[in-house]
C-alpha cells in the first residue's frame, strides 16, 4: 500500500508509462486521469481505477491542488484469480460508495496508529477489490461523462448551474444530464455532493479543527448544511468522525 501524493497545479499527460504490477488507485482527494490507447478513464474520490500490469498509459492530473491517492499493489498471483484469460482486470473503474470510502480512510487510521496487522490489510484491501469487480456496473467510459467528472472533480467546491458545466463539456444540458444519470446512476448534483461530502472528511481526517471552515472549503453553504448531509451519508456528525479519524491524513 503506497501513499502517492501530486503536487499542486495541472499536469498534462505524461509520457508513456508501464504499470509494474496489478494495481488499484483509491484517490482521496482530487482528479486523476489516465489515459490508455486514446480512450481516458477518470478517477476521482468516487471511483476506484484499476491496472493491470505491463500495461502501458500516460497520466494527468488536472486539477489546481493536486491529489492524493492510497494505491495497492497486489503480486501476480494474488491478482489472478481477479483477472480475465487477457491478464487484466475486467473493469477499468469502478464506483466508490461512502461507506466503502469510510472504510479505506478507517484503514488508514488503523495503519497510522499501529492498530491493525498485514494480515488484516490484505484481506482489506482483497475484500475491497471483490466487492468492486462483483458489481454489475458498466464503465463509464463515454468522453463525455470522464469531461463531466473531471469538471465536478475540479469545481465542485463553487456554484454553478447546469447549462455552464454543460458549455464546459460540450453539451447541451438536457443531454449531458440524461447520459451522466444513465451511465453513472446518479445525478450531476448528487456526484457534487458526493465529492463535497469526500472532501469535507478529508479535511476533518487531516486534522481540521475549525468545522465552519471545512464546510466552506467543501463547497457547503454553512456548518449546519454540512452536517445534515454528513450524517444523512454517514450516520455520524463531523465531529464523530473528527474522533475516528484523526490520523488518516
Request: hydrophobic residues 40%; glycine residues 6%; contains cysteine.
Amino acid at each position: 500500500m503506497l501513499d502517492v501524493r501530486c503536487e499542486p497545479g495541472p499536469m498534462p499527460l505524461s509520457d508513456l508509462e508501464v504499470e509494474p504490477s496489478f494495481s488499484v488507485v483509491l484517490p482521496r482527494h482530487g482528479v486523476y486521469v489516465q489515459d490508455v490507447d486514446g480512450r481516458s478513464v477518470v478517477a476521482d474520490p468516487t471511483a476506484a481505477m484499476f491496472l493491470a500490469k505491463g500495461q502501458v498509459h500516460r497520466t494527468a492530473h488536472p486539477t489546481d491542488d493536486g491529489d492524493r491517492n492510497t494505491d495497492l499493489a497486489f503480486a501476480d498471483e494474488v491478482a489472478e484469480p481477479f483477472t480475465d484469460r487477457r491478464g487484466s482486470f475486467p473493469a477499468r473503474s469502478r464506483p466508490i460508495d461512502i461507506a466503502a470510502y469510510l472504510r479505506h480512510r478507517r484503514m488508514l487510521t488503523a495503519i497510522r496508529s499501529g492498530a491493525t496487522t498485514a494480515l488484516e490489510i490484505d484481506e482489506w484491501a482483497l475484500g475491497l477489490v471483490s466487492d468492486l469487480l462483483a458489481m454489475a456496473v458498466p464503465d463509464a467510459g463515454r468522453p463525455l461523462v470522464d469531461d463531466a467528472r473531471a469538471y465536478l472533480a475540479a469545481s465542485y467546491h463553487t456554484d454553478f448551474d447546469l447549462r455552464e458545466m454543460a458549455r464546459a463539456v460540450g453539451s447541451s444540458p438536457h443531454h449531458l444530464s440524461r447520459v451522466f444519470r444513465r451511465e453513472t446512476g446518479r445525478t450531476i448534483s448528487g456526484q457534487r455532493t458526493e465529492l463535497r461530502l469526500r472532501r469535507a472528511i478529508d479535511l476533518i481526517a487531516q486534522g481540521a479543527d475549525d468545522l465552519s471552515r471545512v464546510a466552506v472549503d467543501a463547497g457547503f453553504y454553512d456548518h449546519p448544511h454540512m452536517t445534515r448531509t454528513v450524517r444523512r451519508h454517514t450516520g455520524e456528525t463531523p465531529d464523530a468522525l473528527r474522533r475516528i479519524l484523526r490520523l488518516a491524513s
